[in-house]
């Protein structure tokens, strides 16, 4: 084809289309349309798409990892998506000293993906989906434990679990931010896995710097956003009004 002899409109047409057909040779099958189920989980989507970097707080159960996947794989997949894949950034606590664990940095990592696996097979309804995004390069798992010394350019960044961080890991992970990201953290406070007393959660003093960024938006989930069985909201509930930490 001649491009030279197309006008501006039959060029923008045939740019739309070519990024159209590249989306496709990306992935070769299709990510489904969620829906938010409550009104904290609707809060994260409308500040999502006003442009807002995230952090979603609250009690488990209540669909923050999987709405956080789904607005970062959907924005990357979407049709002229300035960002090229989605990080996610979690720690390796219980067992931040990973050379307890069997086998290479990658798949003691595996461990933590777990997660990861089962929300990409609700998502795009195929097992092998979390394992064909990161053969694309579109998903890239990054454990604190590795992430200095790194600079994430031109991606969506998740980091998972929050409350399992120190201080000094949430100041690195979001001191790695380079050009064109975004970035959502989720996690609750009362769900550390910290054990040693020397161990300090960084996770109250991090939101208090957070808190004073315009560019994010804080949304605290509850138990009326208790998505996973009835049994499991009354459990958290009477969990939570007893004050007793698992």
Do not use: W
């Amino acid at each position: 084809m001649d491009t030279k002899r197309l006008t501006r409109k039959e060029k923008r047409i045939l740019r739309q289309t070519n990024q159209k057909v590249n989306n496709q040779e990306k992935l070769n099958f299709n990510l489904k349309t969620i829906e938010p189920l409550t009104q904290n989980q609707k809060l994260s989507f409308e500040a999502y798409h006003s442009g807002k970097n995230l952090m979603l707080h609250g009690i488990a159960g209540t669909g923050k990892s999987f709405v956080s996947l789904y607005l970062g794989l959907n924005q990357i997949l979407s049709d002229n998506s300035p960002y090229k894949k989605l990080v996610i950034v979690r720690s390796v606590v219980p067992t931040r000293d990973m050379g307890f664990l069997p086998g290479n940095s990658k798949e003691k990592a595996k461990v933590y993906e777990a997660p990861y696996y089962a929300i990409c097979t609700e998502l795009f309804g195929r097992s092998d989906s979390y394992e064909y995004l990161k053969s694309k390069n579109l998903v890239e798992f990054i454990s604190t434990s590795f992430i200095r010394g790194i600079t994430l350019n031109d991606c969506i960044i998740v980091v998972d679990e929050i409350a399992n961080m120190t201080l000094h890991e949430l100041d690195s992970v979001i001191t790695r931010v380079g050009k064109n990201c975004r970035i959502i953290f989720c996690g609750d406070f009362r769900q550390s896995d910290f054990t040693r007393e020397h161990e300090k959660n960084g996770l109250v003093d991090f939101m208090s710097i957070i808190r004073r960024l315009k560019s994010f938006t804080f949304i605290d989930f509850n138990e009326h956003d208790i998505v996973r069985s009835a049994m499991v909201k009354d459990y958290i509930i009477q969990k939570d009004k007893l004050r007793i930490v698992a």
